[in-house]
């Protein structure tokens, strides 16, 4: 079979959309090498991240042909590409980031596209109305123009069929797993060595994604502000360390905690390579994930599957991704949040347990596994009479 793929983003991305992307490329290319896959990348100057992708040189990478798409490689990605798709005898093209071109079926191949989550619609309060009319045109027309629809959660799933009227029987969940360095044994100098060179604490719970309201990162402030109204010294608390891109939102936190007194109880560390953050989970004494919404929430899948007790919030997907033995808060109660650190950090037998049930609940997300679901969603894409 060949296989298409929309690669902006695993070009491009280094976060979410581009780390599902690479993710998919490389399961299928590892776990399924019979297979032709064809990456599609409208802009050859920006390629920074194929390299990650270790099966790279076996792969086939296009970009636009002539001058002008060359110009306009936006356009190309949702018109010109079709044309390409044809000419290449592309029997599946799938859409890795929610959208497929315009044109699609003039392309003569089957299509698939995946919907990671429809947050747009369900919190209008986080986007900008351009930037909702723009995602609900693209993501309505791929729903409808898809052979089939892979959704990254059951929650997601449940939002594009009550949002779009996608009929059930046209969606296959197919869950993302985390890269395998995050399963991989770490060396205690290879440890030692992060640790000092990212100045963190002997203990800490960790934080890492996009430091915005969304992401809801207040609540583990009020929750440290919770243990201190508790009567807790401040040096009995274990420290966060928060690991994202400086934003607004990590400012009013900042302030939050000066006004609490409580500065020293958090830090944020910017620019962490990838390849340093395996030791972060590794060296955490918990993982919170407090976001109020996702679309599966992978952050959540890397700390279980490092072996670190999880925290994350009711609402949305954090369950799928976190598994049975992680706990969870409602995201607007931070004295449950604080109960949840303080157990997840200091209640050793329950530590012990969250770390053996979230090992169990990562190997289900298996490479060989979520590899046999996507080709097992092609396959019926391919068949006409699904």
């Excluded at 060949?2 to 590892?30: H, M, P």
């Excluded at 802009?43 to 992708?53: D, G, H, V």
């Excluded at 996702?294 to 072996?307: C, H, K, N, R, Y």
């Excluded at 004295?335 to 190997?363: V, Y």
Aim: proline share 5%; charged share 25%.
């Amino acid at each position: 079979m060949n296989i298409g793929f929309d690669a902006k983003r695993a070009a491009q991305n280094r976060t979410g959309l581009g780390n599902y992307s690479r993710f998919v490329v490389r399961i299928l290319s590892q776990q399924e090498p019979a297979n032709g896959l064809h990456l599609y990348v409208p802009n050859r100057r920006r390629t920074r991240f194929l390299s990650e992708i270790p099966t790279l040189g076996s792969l086939h990478v296009h970009y636009p042909g002539k001058a002008a798409w060359r110009r306009m490689g936006s356009l190309w990605r949702v018109w010109g590409v079709a044309t390409d798709l044809g000419r290449d005898g592309i029997d599946l093209y799938h859409g890795l980031s929610n959208e497929l071109p315009l044109n699609i079926r003039q392309a003569g191949c089957r299509s698939v596209v995946t919907i990671h989550d429809l947050i747009f619609i369900h919190c209008p309060e986080y986007y900008h109305p351009i930037d909702r009319l723009i995602y609900n045109y693209k993501f309505s027309h791929a729903c409808r123009e898809a052979d089939r629809v892979v959704a990254v959660s059951e929650y997601t799933k449940r939002e594009v069929m009550r949002y779009y009227n996608v009929p059930e029987e046209k969606i296959d969940v197919v869950y993302q797993g985390c890269d395998p360095a995050f399963a991989a044994p770490i060396a205690q100098a290879a440890l030692d060595d992060v640790r000092r060179r990212h100045a963190l604490p002997p203990r800490f719970v960790l934080y890492v994604g996009s430091i915005e309201r969304r992401k809801n990162l207040m609540l583990v402030a009020e929750a440290v502000a919770t243990m201190a109204m508790r009567g807790r010294k401040k040096a009995d608390i274990v420290p966060v360390v928060a690991v994202g891109r400086h934003t607004a939102y990590e400012d009013e936190i900042r302030a939050y905690l000066e006004k609490q007194g409580l500065a020293g109880t958090f830090s944020f560390r910017h620019g962490v390579t990838f390849a340093d953050l395996p030791a972060f989970y590794r060296l955490a004494s918990a993982f919170v994930y407090p976001s109020r919404i996702e679309g599966f929430g992978i952050p959540m899948l890397e700390a279980v599957t490092s072996g670190v007790p999880a925290i994350g919030c009711t609402g949305s997907c954090l369950e799928e991704a976190g598994g049975a033995g992680a706990l969870y808060v409602d995201p607007d109660d931070a004295a449950a949040m604080a109960d949840a650190i303080d157990a997840a950090c200091n209640d050793e037998p329950l530590r012990q347990r969250m770390i053996a049930e979230g090992r169990t609940h990562a190997a289900l997300f298996d490479d060989r596994k979520l590899a046999e679901s996507l080709m097992a969603t092609y396959r019926k894409a391919l068949r006409k009479d699904v």
